[in-house]
């Protein structure tokens, strides 16, 4: 198996065990060794008091994008650390697309960089995390 294929398997397996991205509504764009591609809508329920995505939606979908790609690699890893940066507002209908990429790999830690875009293609949060790889292989 290809590690693009067992990257994508891997991620099928986590998405369809994760109730909580189904509700957020996430669509996996792309999936390959160390690297996350989501998108999802922002809906009503979504906004806080002032009518704009409370930040744990936002947070919520990077989260998700590290967790798929630092697992596509085969090992189960955990976030250890990380912190989010939001620079634009969003409202009801935008769509978020998430974007991990990996940053630094060894055989424990991963760095990853995760940029949010709106559908005109600002960036509306910056997401970084690291995570812990366990010795735990991934069954594909």
Known sequence: MSPEEK???IVSQMFDND???QWLGIERQEVSPGRCVLRMKVRREMLNGFSIAH???TFSLADSALAFASNSRG???VSVETSIS?????REGDILTASATE???SQRIGLYRVEVKNQ???MVALFKGVVYRKSTDWEV
């Open 75 to 77: 090992k189960h890893a």
């Open 7 to 9: 990257a994508r398997r």
């Open 120 to 122: 005109d293609g600002e």
């Open 86 to 90: 939001h620079t634009l507002p969003l």
């Open 19 to 21: 109730p909580f991205s």
């Open 55 to 57: 930040g744990g939606i």
């Open 103 to 105: 940053d630094h790999l």
